[in-house]
């Protein structure tokens, strides 16, 4: 099981930035697949970005490209995403995720205001 603990949520307003951290247990952290998933009050989870173990590969779901850059330090064991341009519709809690090992993080709140 891979421990995750997310950090750097916040408030912030329309336009403004913001990076949220997960931090990751274990010495297997490099080899693997990590995510970036995002709920708000009423809706499901859905994806926000993925990037592969050696970092040379990312995704990102239509609604944050261009915007948001997920990366990852293997030294530091710890999951990145950075956000710029953030619209109200970001606000949510963001979770981290090792699709590997079905390892979900707490969460850590977003909100974005007008």
């Known amino acids: 099981q891979v421990q995750l603990v997310e950090s750097g949520g916040g408030l912030v307003q329309a336009g403004g930035s913001l990076r949220v951290s997960c931090a990751a247990s274990g010495r297997t952290f490099s080899t693997y697949a990590m995510g970036w998933f995002r709920q708000a009050p009423g809706k499901e989870r859905e994806f926000v970005a993925a990037i592969w173990g050696s970092g040379g590969t990312t995704t990102y779901a239509d609604s944050v490209k261009g915007r948001f850059t997920i990366s990852r330090d293997n030294a530091k064991n710890t999951l990145y995403l950075q956000m710029n341009s953030l619209k109200p519709e970001d606000t949510a809690a963001y979770y981290c995720?090792?699709?590997?090992?079905?390892?979900w993080g707490q969460g850590t709140q977003v909100t974005v205001s007008s």
């Open positions: 995720y090792v699709p590997a090992r079905n390892s």
